[in-house]
């Protein structure tokens, strides 16, 4: 019989059907796992599932689907294992009908036939909400409020936040605090705009995001035909006045003005906050060393809306008055007028004294390419000790010392 069967083979006869059958037998359809997601899913978001099949079958294999309460997790009806698959994902949908107190398990099932397997899937809080201003205009705070559907867990709850426009900054992230259901405050920061723009802001917990639109509404200001002048020119060591004169009235929110300077060595003047309705005039400082000299232009910057420059010549200012401290009635002393740089010019200085007993001259003058002037004084006869008040004045420069006349020896 065997050697009939080898010869039917090569003959090309084709083998009965009742004839030993060759290779492994099927794999039958066989739920092997019904795989959840290990951690805690937040409630009101999504997961995924997976069902697992022994072994492949050659045909598609539908496994049913069930949840053991709908209202918090629902999951599709059933879901088709591909025929030649072993396996296959499904979408998890969490909610929220109620706030949850501690953690919340609920069983998901799975059947192939007349097989079944259950697991559980555990809830903790998910975002309730989140609420923003819902309009408000560029350069203001932006109020925030981000709540759960249930306390936090110890540790607190981290919830990442992110904006689509640079011109609300929100932080990365709010950890709401243990055992809080939410927290609230001026979390988002604006930069003021020139138009107006819907800016979304995105909270997100793994699996769940919550969204809310700010109206930014553009903040524009027309200051009319503002300027920055002054007398265009000042004495080192003085506090030199220059007038910012804006026309039109200050919007909403005020305005920032900053002050810069080409020259290294002169500071501008500080910033100033103008409040909202502020119009007219009002006098800003300019401070200047002694040594300092030369051109200087000065720029205020008005926030969001340009900048105007005044340039001032400086002059050297006064430095010191070189004399004894000392005096005796009825002799002539020498003296020094000193700048504190080199002038460009001939510049005047006019001295004086409080006291008649010493005599000064009415002015000198300080040739230019020079810092300094020599002057001769006199003192007139006294009985007793005396003092006297000298003053330097140069334009808006001044400089004062005393000295004190003894009787003659």
Request: glycine share 10%; charged share 15%.
């Amino acid at each position: 019989m065997i050697a009939l069967a080898i010869v039917l083979g090569i003959a090309g006869i084709a083998v009965p059907a009742n004839a030993e059958a060759h290779g492994p037998r099927p794999c039958p359809p066989q739920l092997t796992d019904l795989e959840l997601p290990a951690g805690k899913v937040h409630s009101g978001g999504e997961a995924t599932g997976t069902v697992r099949l022994k072994c492949a079958w050659r045909r598609p294999v539908e496994v049913t689907l069930a949840s053991a309460d709908p209202s918090w997790v629902s999951v599709p009806a059933a879901v088709v294992v591909p025929a030649g698959e072993s396996a296959a994902d499904f979408p998890i949908q969490t909610h929220q009908p109620d706030y949850i107190r501690g953690d919340l398990s609920v069983s998901i099932t799975a059947r192939v036939r007349h097989q079944e397997t259950s697991r559980p899937l555990v809830l903790q809080p998910g975002l309730k909400y989140l609420v923003a201003d819902s309009s408000v205009i560029s350069g203001d705070s932006v109020s925030l409020q981000i709540g759960l559907n249930g306390t936090a867990p110890t540790g607190g709850m981290t919830v990442s936040l992110e904006s689509d426009n640079a011109a609300l900054q929100v932080p990365e992230s709010i950890t709401i605090p243990s055992g809080a259901l939410g927290v609230a405050g001026t979390y988002g920061k604006t930069v003021r705009i020139p138009q107006d723009a819907d800016v979304t802001l995105t909270a997100t917990l793994p699996g769940q995001t919550k969204t809310a639109v700010v109206a930014l509404q553009a903040w524009t200001y027309d200051p009319g035909d503002w300027s920055l002048t002054g007398s265009g020119t000042m004495y080192g060591g003085t506090s030199y006045p220059m007038t910012l004169d804006l026309p039109n009235p200050v919007p909403h929110g005020g305005v920032e003005v900053t002050f810069t300077s080409d020259n290294p060595d002169v500071e501008p003047p500080s910033p100033i906050t103008l409040a909202e309705g502020t119009s007219g005039a009002r006098t800003v400082r300019l401070g200047a060393g002694t040594d300092d000299a030369g051109q200087t232009t000065i720029t205020a910057t008005m926030e969001g809306v340009g900048s105007r420059s005044h340039t001032v010549l400086i002059r050297p200012g006064l430095r010191e008055i070189d004399m004894p401290m000392v005096l005796f009635g009825g002799q002539t002393f020498e003296g020094t007028v000193h700048l504190g740089a080199v002038t460009s010019e001939p510049v005047i200085v006019a001295l004086s004294s409080d006291n008649p007993v010493l005599g000064l001259p009415a002015e000198v003058v300080v040739p230019a390419g020079a810092s300094s002037v020599a002057f001769t004084g006199t003192t007139g006869a006294v009985t007793d000790f005396e003092s006297a008040r000298v003053t330097a004045q140069m334009g808006t420069s001044q400089l004062s010392r005393n000295v004190y006349i003894d009787p003659a020896p």
